[in-house]
């Protein structure tokens, strides 16, 4: 049998192998950190065997696939100590999840995170005990015997869902057996760090009408030293928190009567229309031509798109004049219309259409979390319409523009391409060809990418950027879709240099996805210390005393006349007092004003970046900062000095 591994090289066996084995013969040191495996796309247990030819990755921890192995296998741990803990409590689901694992309990004990220490305790104990974990499988019927003498209710209710011929796994270790899929790892040994995190309430399957059941978040690593790094991140990501910062930079706000729907106040305005001119700026050099398309249209355009039989949970409906109507969840059915309003010759193609649509998505009020949740935002969409031949270079100018654009603020990012899911339209052709056209666009471009298998749009496959901020955490932002579906359902032509109609291939992309959520990434990113050129507020003059007064209102009013956004504080405070809150308030830059600087034509330059710059001729320093602005420079900062 051939295994082809993920460098694309094969290795030849006799006989059947189990995973395992197979990471053994590669390195003994890769068997060690390895933590499943993925066969044909499919992840496994390093126990499985395989008899044929496949394709083959080892996953680690490193990998998205191992983590959730791990981590998986970290809630059977969790499980197994609340069972020897609370024998009488029942147990629902226990998934890991993108930054540790949780698992849905039901008990007549209260739970707190003072029980933590001890349920901790006890599931080291498990680790300590290296527990082999054994995958089994049961008919239906014994399955349910099996939990219902068990008194485990929430199982038996699973797996009287599952359809009639779905195979019935479960996962032994020591005297404690769940229901699983898996995969897991081969013992409880390696999870060597674990944290309790938080609890919180969550009800049976996600129905509010089902029973509120306790929810109990962890966290494991191979290492104490990664965990001790994850804690110290989430200390310094709560000292970033966007909603903090937000209200102490007067950014934006929410109220009580708008849950979801977030206001901007004016320096929030200046920070949003600034990323919108430097949007339009790029979008006008790559050739994009702007629309706006309305709000609201009627429900025959959604089934037209397909949204009203697979997106509708997700949108806000009305009716109109007898007519259903939906408030729009994505702008890419108006930007067709917009296509179809005129012909068009393949002399115009590629075309290339941007849109910053207000769009709403109903989102269950728990899921709600300050700009990054939200129920209406801003999507910076574009839809590209192109002939076949045109595929590949516009999927790389797509990718060129959005590398350019996270370069700007600093963010490294990788690449995921996402396959067909399950719910979706279209034929198998179809969705071979699309994907084939993304993965051939980013290979021709040596880009390095993961397969997301199964989590493409409904319409079609999709290249997603995930984006990693300044504290390690990452953000999918940008992506590109290609879509032969929509083109087909709105009937979309254009007349090609035989003269017979033809259909146009679409992209869907976009560059910052929800502008509401890429502002509050980049608060979280910079700590609210904003580059120059999007900072509300670039410089702050303060005034030594009162008597300086006019003087800085002079300043003020040759920097505003260079297009450089400033505040003058003229309270009768203590200069270090003004310093202070200056820094709070993150500008970048602090003139300092007295009696040397007014009677010399001078200011006294403080900066987030170098402190103190000394005294600087007020021309020098409109020019400097000009330059710095127009360039779009991003200036590290080397100084943090004490102000008495």
């Not at 959005?402 to 719910?423: M, W």
């Not at 992309?509 to 210390?529: D, Q, Y």
Request: with cysteine; charged share 30%; aromatic share 10%.
């Amino acid at each position: 049998m051939k295994i082809t591994l993920k460098d694309g090289s094969v290795k030849e066996y006799a006989e059947a192998k189990t995973v395992l084995d197979i990471a053994k013969d590669l390195s003994e040191g890769l068997a060690r950190v390895a933590c499943a495996g993925e066969v044909n796309g499919e992840r496994v247990d390093l126990r499985t065997r395989i008899d044929h030819d496949c394709t083959l990755r080892i996953l680690t921890f490193d990998d998205k696939g191992g983590r959730d192995a791990f981590r998986h296998t970290a809630s059977h741990i969790m499980a197994q100590a609340i069972k020897r803990l609370y024998p009488d409590a029942k147990l629902a689901i226990g998934p890991s999840i993108d930054d540790g694992f949780y698992y849905d309990i039901d008990s007549e004990e209260t739970f707190s995170a003072d029980d933590f220490p001890k349920i901790e305790a006890e599931m080291k104990k498990i680790v300590k005990e290296d527990l082999l974990l054994e995958r089994f499988e049961l008919p239906r019927e014994e399955a349910i015997r099996f939990f219902t003498e068990k008194q485990e209710p929430y199982k038996v209710e699973l797996i009287r869902d599952l359809p009639e011929d779905a195979v019935i796994s479960l996962y032994r270790q020591g005297e404690f057996t769940d229901l699983c899929a898996g995969p897991h790892l081969l013992s409880t040994k390696p999870v060597k760090a674990i944290k309790l995190m938080k609890i919180a309430g969550a009800y049976w399957r996600g129905n509010e009408k089902n029973k509120m059941l306790t929810r109990i978040y962890g966290t494991a690593y191979p290492k104490n030293a990664d965990l001790e790094a994850y804690l110290t991140m989430l200390e310094e990501a709560k000292k970033r928190d966007h909603r903090k910062l937000g209200k102490e930079l007067d950014l934006f706000m929410f109220a009580e009567e708008g849950p979801g729907f977030p206001f901007f106040l004016p320096k929030g305005m200046v920070l949003k229309n600034t990323l919108m001119q430097y949007w339009r700026e790029i979008h006008e050099r790559e050739g994009y031509v702007e629309i706006s398309t309305p709000i609201m249209l009627n429900r025959q355009l959604w089934e037209t798109s397909g949204h009203w039989d697979h997106y509708k949970e997700n949108m806000y409906t009305t009716v109109i004049d007898e007519e259903d109507f939906a408030i729009k969840p994505m702008n890419c059915p108006g930007g067709l219309l917009v296509y179809k309003s005129k012909p068009h010759s393949y002399r115009e193609l590629p075309l290339r259409i941007a849109e910053v649509g207000l769009v709403h998505r109903h989102e269950k009020s728990g899921a709600l979390h300050g700009l990054m949740r939200v129920r209406c935002f801003n999507q910076d969409d574009a839809h590209l319409f192109m002939t076949p031949e045109q595929i590949r270079d516009e999927i790389k100018g797509v990718v060129r523009l959005i590398d350019e654009v996270y370069q700007l603020f600093g963010f490294k990012y990788f690449i995921e391409l996402s396959t067909r899911p399950e719910n979706s339209m279209g034929s198998d052709e179809d969705w071979e060809m699309a994907t084939e056209g993304l993965r051939n666009a980013l290979e021709d471009m040596k880009l390095d990418y993961i397969i997301n298998e199964g989590d493409g749009a409904f319409y079609g496959p999709k290249i997603d950027f995930h984006l990693v901020d300044a504290i390690g955490r990452t953000w999918q932002c940008g992506t590109i879709q290609l879509d032969f579906q929509l083109p087909q359902r709105f009937e979309t032509e254009y007349i090609g240099a035989d003269g017979e109609m033809h259909r146009p291939i679409m992209i869907h992309r976009v560059c910052f996805g929800s502008i509401e959520r890429f502002i509050g990434i980049l608060v979280e990113h910079f700590a609210g210390k904003f580059p120059t050129w999007l900072a509300p507020v670039q410089v702050k003059i303060l005034p030594i005393s009162d008597k300086y007064t006019e003087y800085g209102m002079k300043i003020m009013a040759r920097l505003k006349a260079s297009g450089i956004r400033c505040e003058l504080d003229e309270r009768p405070e203590k200069i270090g007092y003004k310093i202070r809150e200056a820094r709070n308030e993150r500008v970048p830059y602090m003139l300092v004003v007295g009696q040397k600087e007014e009677e010399n034509g001078l200011v006294s330059v403080r900066s987030r970046f170098e402190g103190d710059e000394g005294q600087k001729d007020l021309d020098t320093f409109i020019a400097e900062i000009s330059r710095e602005i127009e360039t779009r420079q991003r200036r590290e900062e080397k100084a943090a000095e004490d102000v008495s």
